[in-house]
């Protein structure tokens, strides 16, 4: 409780803000999960649990891209305080 209070605005605020991203992407995962589980129930043959494990194949960001996530990773680090570059 005593951390609750040692805490600025700005921290409190970062606090809230990963709170509801980290709820939101709980959310999103257990929408995922009750989709595979609805399309696996239907399903006439079920995939090996090998490939339902696999690793998801990650494509190469365009320059666009990278630029991009560069951008907000700077307004992220600028919100909470950052002095990175």
């Not at 960001?61 to 570059?85: C, I, N, P, V, Y």
Request: charged residues 35%.
């Amino acid at each position: 409780m005593a951390e609750f209070w040692a805490l600025t605005p700005r921290e409190l605020a970062a606090t809230f803000e990963a709170a509801l991203w980290r709820q939101e992407q709980e959310r999103r995962r257990d929408t995922v999960l009750a989709w595979q589980m609805a399309a696996l129930s239907r399903a006439k043959r079920l995939p090996s649990l090998k490939s339902l494990l696999a690793p998801a194949k990650s494509k190469a960001l365009t320059d666009a891209e990278q630029a991009k996530h560069r951008e907000e990773f700077a307004e992220m680090s600028k919100r909470m305080g950052g002095k990175r570059d």
